[in-house]
Each structure stands twice: as C-alpha cells, then as structure tokens.
C-alpha cells in the first residue's frame, strides 16, 4: 500500500513539474525530461530496496532484475543525455565525446553497476535466476555482452551522422564489455561445481554415511541402514516404494530417544511465545527469525542425538563457516532439517525433487521459494544445539 502510494506521488510531482517547467520553456523535451526523472528514481529506490532484501537473506545478486535492468537504464538514460535539454549541455565541448550532467547522474551508475554485474556473471555466479528458471551465468554472460556490443554498435552507426559524437556513457560501456569478455571471461578460470552424476551422489553418501556413524544407541543405526537404502534408490518413479520404505523407517527411529522428547516439549514453550507475540501467523516469524532466532526447535535436524557432524552441508561437509560463507545463505530440508548451502542446494534441486540426504520430496513451493537462513544465524543454531546436548 505504501508503496503504491509512494510511486504515485513521485510520479504526479514529477508530472506536475515537468508540465509547469514544460510551459515555461514551451518544451515537450523538458516535460518528458521530467517524467524520465521521475520513474530514474522509482526505478533507483527498487534496486535499494532488492539489494537490502537480498543482503537479508544473504543471498547473491544473481537474477535477471540485478544483471539485466541496470544495463536498460545505464543505456537508456546516456542515450537520452544526448538528446535532453535538461542538463544535456556537452562538458567535454569541441572534442568526439559527449558527457553531460544528465548522463553522469542518471547514466554512469548503471553503466558502472551493469559492468560489475556483467563481470560477476563470468566471475562469481555459477546461474542467473529467471523467476525459478535458472541459465549458466558464462552462457548468460556472453549473451548479454554481445548484445550490448551490438546494440552500441549499431547505435552509433545509425545516429552518429545525426549527434556526430560518441557518447562516453557507451564508449566505458563497451570497452568494459569487451575487457570482461577477454580477461575473465575467455582466458579466466572459474571453480566449478562438481557433475551430479550418479557416481558422484552415491560416493557423497556414503561419505555422508561415515561421517554420522552411530557411537552406540541402537537408533542411529537405523536411521543409518535407512540412509544406505536411499543411497540405492535412484531418483526414478520406479523406485518410489523404496524410497518411502525407508522414509517410514527413519520416521520411527526419530521418536524414540527420551531426551529429544523431553527437549520438545520444553522448546514448544518458546512456540507459543512466538505466535502470540505475532498474530499475522508463521510468515511473519519466519521472516523475522532471518535476524533473530526465536524457535530453535524449526532447525534442529531429525536426528537421535546430535553432534556437530549433523550440522555439516550435506552437499559438502563442511560446518557453514563465516567469513568463508559470507553471501551463500543456508537451505533446510524441510522433512530432514539438515543444512546445505543455499547455492549447493539450488542447484541440487535442478536435477532432482529428492532431498540429497533423507530422500523426502522436496515440495515445489519450497522448490520455488526455500527458507534461506543467513549463515550466521546458522552458526546461532549451531551452537545452541552442540552446546545444549547431553
Ligand atoms: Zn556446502
Ligand atoms: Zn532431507
């Protein structure tokens, strides 16, 4: 609602002077001028506000809105530097380029943001996210590169008889394009993920498998055969019936110990805390326990007891770190409640419905929108349960 009302009101005042400013001048170009100012700063407090968002949620800036928009505007808003009375006069007089006070502030931003996006696709993200489709960044990168190159090409052979100057907005733009194509990404290396393939999952497993092996209860040793059956079942429609076999076994294995059931019902304690303190229901807790955790109880792995070893990604076994996992964000199995990295497990999720580790189908409303904590609230969780064990 209020940003509604905050989009309409920048828009009517803008409307407002641009008409009056317009008038004056009798300009049409001063009146869209206006306007174009107006939606620069919608356009600018959306990206705040996505960046603010995703820094929430620890997660990388790898979507279509981040890489592909600034480019959009950091074009669109040179271009019209070019043809703009307002604030268009030409500070570099007499010479080929053109800059004016109008592409520096609405222009070079995104110019220089589309470059930095541009470089992180060679660089830094293995995917960029349409909506829940996802392309390889390098794939993504080389095509937004070339129609970048392209498009200023042709640009300026189009109009260069007509504004006879090439604009230094496009001219960084370019020569950044073509220095990301070369450096990073025609002779840089990049780490890449391992290939999920069939061999790859069942040595993780059984890695896995070695790595949570029973100290002496009778019931993590179930719930260790119930992993090697999961371990056997491929992700086919075939093999459903065992995979839910194996499911109800670790299902009967969880309930057992006593210590887990005196831990709930001392945690569920703090649950109806949380709910009567915030009446709009779980969404709202769940975005805030982003910043501070208030059930521990929805993190907690299924599992008899546990140790450090249980909060290990189950992609690559390593206890989620900071600094080292700045950014990455962390996904829970929503039946198992283990840990994988959130990046890790995106891509998972790409060639399998399955959870990695308990076999459970993963629903596609999570598929779609995961839960992603940030890793230091995990470290949070991490040490409640490793301490509070006994
Ligand atoms: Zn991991
Ligand atoms: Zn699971």
Not at 160 to 178: A, G, H, P, Q
Not at 361 to 370: D, G, L
Request: hydrophobic fraction near 35%; charged fraction near 20%.
């Amino acid at each position: 609602m209020v940003k509604i009302k905050a989009i309409t009101l920048i828009i009517l005042v803008f409307t407002f002077i641009g008409i009056i400013h317009g008038a004056i001048l009798n300009s049409v170009n001063v009146f869209v001028s206006w306007i174009f100012i107006g939606i620069w700063l919608i356009f600018s407090f959306k990206v705040l506000k996505n960046i603010k968002q995703h820094r929430e949620y620890n997660s990388p800036h790898n979507t279509a809105f981040f890489t592909i928009s600034p480019v959009f505007i950091g074009i669109f808003y040179s271009i019209w530097g070019n043809f703009t009375v307002l604030l268009g006069e030409d500070l570099l007089e007499g010479s080929d380029l053109f800059l004016s006070w109008w592409s520096i502030i609405f222009g070079t931003p995104y110019i220089l943001y589309s470059a930095i996006s541009l470089y992180r696709c060679f660089k830094k993200y293995n995917v960029i996210y349409f909506g829940t489709k996802s392309i390889d960044a390098r794939k993504f990168g080389y095509m937004l590169s070339i129609s970048i190159l392209l498009f200023i090409i042709i640009y300026w052979i189009s109009f260069y008889s007509l504004i006879e100057f090439y604009d230094l907005n496009l001219f960084i733009l370019l020569i950044s394009t073509i220095l990301i194509i070369l450096i990073p990404g025609l002779f840089g290396t990049r780490s890449r993920l391992p290939q999920l393939t069939r061999n790859y999952i069942t040595e993780r497993t059984n890695r896995l498998n070695q790595l949570t092996s029973p100290r002496s209860n009778t019931t993590p040793q179930r719930y260790r055969k119930s992993v090697r059956t999961t371990t056997n079942s491929s992700p086919t429609p075939s093999t459903r019936s065992v995979t839910n076999r194996s499911r109800s076994v670790s299902h009967s294995s969880r309930s057992t110990p006593t210590s887990q059931r005196r831990s709930t019902t001392s945690r569920s304690k703090t649950t109806t805390r949380t709910t009567s303190r915030s009446p709009t229901g779980t969404k709202v807790s769940s975005k805030q326990s982003t910043r501070k955790i208030t059930n521990f109880n929805l993190y907690k792995p299924k599992a008899g007891r546990l140790s450090t070893e249980d909060f290990k990604c189950i992609f690559c076994f390593k206890l989620p770190k900071i600094p080292e996992d700045r950014g990455r964000g962390i996904i829970l199995c929503p039946n198992c409640r283990y840990p994988a990295h959130a990046d890790e497990f995106k891509d998972w999720l790409r060639s399998s419905n399955l959870c990695s580790r308990c076999n459970a189908t993963i629903p596609a409303s999570y598929k779609k929108n995961p839960k992603i904590l940030t890793v230091k609230n995990y470290i949070v969780v991490v040490k409640h349960f490793v301490n509070n064990r006994k």
